[in-house]
């Protein structure tokens, strides 16, 4: 699971620091996996994934899929 944010410095480590007090574990902040920066030979400001949860474009808590795909 990626974390992908504008925040940058104090607020950043804020964010980190709020998500795992409510139990997100993220595998990498602001960065591509490296088995995607390996298969594209550059770390793109464009993260790749599966899927994609704005908080800001929609309520994530209305999609199942969400839930399937997190278990």
């Known amino acids: 699971m990626i ?3 504008c ?3 104090d607020k950043l480590e ?3 620091r709020w998500c795992r007090e409510k139990g ?3 595998d990498y902040v602001n ?3 490296r088995e ?3 298969r594209w030979g550059v770390d793109s400001r464009k ?3 599966d899927l994609y949860i704005d908080d800001k ?3 994530p808590t209305q999609y199942a899929i969400i839930e399937d795909f997190l278990d």
């Open 31 to 33: 960065e591509n996996a």
């Open 24 to 26: 997100l574990e993220f």
């Open 7 to 9: 925040r940058a410095g």
């Open 36 to 38: 995607s920066v390996e």
């Open 14 to 16: 804020e964010a980190v």
């Open 3 to 5: 974390l992908w944010t």
């Open 57 to 59: 474009g929609c309520d």
């Open 47 to 49: 993260i790749h994934a």
